[in-house]
């Protein structure tokens, strides 16, 4: 639609809070967070896997809910980005 980020949500990840984080740790870890989203998102509709209709939003020919596709990301002790999906 014509409002910014006023479009149908299609995934969202919870991106973990720490009582230690450092501003630049958070941002980093939403960071990672988007760069694992936006290509998944993209590759779901390059490959016709997602559909947006006058009713919502299809992935693999089911709705949406709502808040879309949410992911768990898990920063591990490695520091390496993981994504769980909850459907």
Do not use: M
């Amino acid at each position: 639609n014509n409002e910014l980020d006023g479009g149908p949500i299609i995934a969202q990840a919870i991106v973990p809070i720490y009582s230690e984080d450092t501003e630049s740790a958070l941002t980093e870890r939403v960071h990672q967070a988007e760069h694992f989203l936006y290509p998944t998102v993209l590759q779901w509709r390059a490959q016709k896997q997602l559909v947006l209709t006058d009713e919502g939003v299809t992935l693999n020919g089911k709705p949406l809910p709502q808040q879309g596709r949410t992911f768990s990301c898990v920063d591990n002790a490695s520091g390496r980005f993981t994504a769980n999906t909850y459907d």
